[in-house]
């Protein structure tokens, strides 16, 4: 199992400190999707939200491919 895709949307919104929140949605390759809420820093932008989200792809992936390896070994 693993991440098949994965988008991000920053609120046009920015809050009193600058800081916007930017909504990540994952989808594995069951069809299963899994969403991240936070908030990004007043004077980021797409860029720095493209590599937050490239590297929960690979946390993400990691989580997937350990629950994957348990259920096929028949953890405790």
């Known amino acids: 199992m693993a991440i098949t895709s994965s988008t991000f949307v920053i609120d046009a919104h920015a809050q009193k400190d600058g800081s916007r929140y930017v909504k990540e949605t994952h989808t594995d390759s069951e069809g299963r999707t899994q969403h991240t809420l936070y908030k990004l820093p007043a004077g980021q932008g ?20 350990a629950q994957e390896f348990e259920e096929l070994i028949g953890g405790d």
């Not at 797409?46 to 491919?65: G, P, S, V």
């Open 46 to 65: 797409d860029a720095e939200a493209q590599a937050k989200m490239t590297a929960r792809i690979a946390y993400l992936n990691d989580q997937l491919a």
